[in-house]
């Protein structure tokens, strides 16, 4: 198994800046993909941004130019840089790994950060 656990959320005025991160850890695993998903009240889980073991990244339209993703994986951390922060931003931000356990491929999900953007 992975455990994924977040850290960075919080309150923060239109126009501001948080970095959330993501730090997964357990036994016997590979990080194929980790990424970061939002959920709003009333709203489904869509995709902010994901980043690939190769670097490789992707980002929801609404975020491009303000959103970063970027990992270090000698700590199996991602984190995402967000700037700009619009009301609309706010949401429940969960971390997703895509990951190899024993051979295994899986998907893991962290608990949940909240972001609220709010003068």
């Known amino acids: 198994q992975v455990q994924l656990v977040e850290s960075g959320g919080g309150l923060v005025q239109p126009g501001g800046s948080l970095r959330l991160s993501c730090a997964a850890s357990?036994?016997?695993?590979?990080?194929?993909?980790m990424g970061w998903y939002r959920q709003a009240p009333g709203e489904q889980r869509e995709l902010v941004a994901s980043?690939?073991?190769?670097?490789?990244?992707n980002y929801a339209d609404s975020v491009k130019g303000r959103f970063t993703i970027s990992g270090d994986s000698a700590k199996n951390t991602v984190y995402l840089q967000m700037n700009s922060l619009t009301p609309e931003d706010t949401a429940d931000y969960y971390c997703?790994?895509?990951?190899?356990?024993?051979?295994?491929?899986?998907?893991?999900w962290g608990q949940g950060t909240q972001v609220t953007v709010s003068s």
């Open positions: 997703n790994a895509l990951a190899f356990v024993r051979s295994t491929l899986g998907v893991y």
């Open positions: 357990g036994s016997a695993f590979s990080i194929s993909r």
């Open positions: 980043i690939t073991s190769g670097g490789d990244t």
